[in-house]
C-alpha cells in the first residue's frame, strides 16, 4: 500500500526544538519533491516548506524561514523537518505531502506549550 | 504572495442537492496552478481537482472544477453525506504552495 508516514511530533516548550520525519512506504520518494503542511487547532491548511527531489529547490514561508530547516536523505526514502525556536503559534498538525498533492501522510501533531 | 478567498464560509444543502463553491485569487494565475482539496476530520487531505479541473484518480464525476484568471468554481452535484467535508482551493506556484480559507460543506 502507497503510503506516506510522518513522526516525531509531541510537547515542547516554547524556544525548544523537534524533528519531524515523513518515510514513503511503499513506493520511492526520491522521485518526488516533498511538502510540509500545517494545520493548526481549529484553522486552515498552511503550506510551511518544500523540497525538490535532489535537494537543489528549497522553500519555505516566511513564518519560518530562519527556524526550521527542510532535508531529505534519499538513501533512507525520508525527508525531514528541523524545527529550532518553536513558538506557541507553531502549534498544528503537520502533514507531509507529496508535490502533486496526491499523496498526504496522516500527519503528526505539534505541540508548544509551557 | 498570491492570496486565495474562498465562499461562502459555509454551505449548508440537503442530499442530491448541488454546493457552487467559489475560489478567487488575489492576482491572474495559470490555470494548470490550481487544485481543489477535500477534508474530512481525522483523515489526511484528499486531492480532488488539480489543473482547475481535471479530476484526481478516483473522484467521482459528481465533483467538477472550472475557471481561469483569478475566478475558480468547484461544483460538486448529487450531494451525500459523506460529502460533509472543509473544501479548500490551493495554487501550486514555482515555489510556493498557498490555500484559500476553506468552504465548510454541511449536509442537512
Known amino acids: 500500500d502507497v503510503q506516506l508516514v510522518e513522526s516525531g511530533g509531541g510537547l515542547v516548550k516554547p524556544g525548544g526544538s523537534l524533528r519531524l520525519s515523513c518515510g514513503g512506504s511503499?513506493?520511492?520518494?526520491?522521485?518526488?519533491?516533498v511538502n510540509w503542511v500545517r494545520q493548526p487547532p481549529g484553522k486552515g491548511l498552511e503550506w510551511v516548506s518544500s523540497?525538490?527531489?535532489?535537494?537543489?529547490?528549497?522553500y519555505y514561508a516566511d513564518s519560518v524561514r530562519g527556524r526550521f530547516t527542510i532535508s531529505r536523505d534519499n538513501a533512507r526514502n525520508s525527508v525531514f523537518l528541523q524545527m529550532d525556536g518553536l513558538r506557541p503559534e507553531d502549534t498544528a498538525l503537520y502533514y507531509c505531502?507529496?508535490?502533486?498533492?496526491?499523496?498526504w501522510g496522516q500527519g503528526t501533531l505539534v505541540t508548544v506549550s509551557s | 504572495e498570491i492570496v486565495l478567498t474562498q465562499s461562502p464560509d459555509t454551505l449548508s444543502l440537503s442530499p442530491g442537492e448541488r454546493a457552487i463553491l467559489s475560489c478567487k485569487t488575489s492576482q491572474s494565475i495559470s490555470s494548470t496552478s490550481l487544485a481543489w482539496y477535500q477534508h474530512r476530520p481525522g483523515q489526511a487531505p484528499r486531492l480532488l481537482i488539480y489543473g482547475a479541473s481535471t479530476r484526481a484518480t478516483g473522484i467521482p464525476d459528481r465533483f467538477s472544477g472550472s475557471g481561469s484568471g483569478t475566478d475558480f468554481t468547484l461544483i460538486i452535484r448529487r450531494l451525500e453525506a459523506k460529502d460533509s467535508a472543509v473544501y479548500y482551493c490551493q495554487q501550486y506556484g514555482s515555489s510556493a504552495w498557498t490555500f484559500g480559507q476553506g468552504t465548510k460543506v454541511e449536509i442537512k
Open positions: 511503499g513506493f520511492n520518494l526520491t522521485r518526488y519533491s
Open positions: 505531502s507529496t508535490s502533486g498533492g496526491d499523496s
Open positions: 523540497i525538490s527531489g535532489s535537494s537543489l529547490y528549497i
